[in-house]
């Protein structure tokens, strides 16, 4: 894959999914090489995930993505990007993703939102910060415990 000659933010963004496709295509994390992935991250990215996930944390530089989409992979067995939107473009991004999801460790599949605000400069993504409607749900899909009543 490479990099796209403008700095647009939906052609890296459109460029960026894209790659992801092929990524998780050829088996994804642990199996697939980041390098699909990393023209389109600049060498310092960051992406701030919610404490309450299970992949939860700020991930930083291209080893802190390949080591957070190994984390993803762990978590879940499928994470399809259903259906996206631009909400807003321009240095930052706004994307409404629909994601359809499947649990590794539970079976459990959940449908839910998530909106990015996504940075980007000179035509690399800077920072990534999703935003989750219902962390719990979430977290409680993913988890072999019991929930709480």
Avoid at 104 to 133: C, K, M
Wanted: aromatic fraction near 10%; include cysteine.
């Amino acid at each position: 894959m490479t990099m796209p000659s403008t700095t647009d933010s939906v052609t890296v963004l459109t460029g960026m999914y894209a790659a992801e496709a092929v990524y998780l295509a050829d088996g994804g994390p642990g199996t697939a090489s980041f390098d699909l992935l990393a023209p389109f991250f600049a060498p310092d990215v960051v992406l701030h995930q919610a404490d309450a996930l299970p992949y939860g944390g700020t991930w930083r530089g291209h080893n802190g993505m390949t080591q957070f989409f190994l984390r993803m992979g762990q978590v879940w067995e499928s994470f399809e990007m259903v259906e996206q939107e631009f909400l807003a473009t321009g240095e930052t991004a706004v994307v409404l993703t629909q994601v359809r999801a499947r649990a590794r460790a539970t079976g459990r599949e959940l449908s839910f939102p998530v909106l990015q605000t996504i940075t980007v400069e000179d035509g690399r993504i800077t920072e990534v910060r999703p935003f989750y409607w219902d962390t719990l749900a979430i977290a409680e899909a993913c988890s072999v415990r019991r929930p709480r009543d």
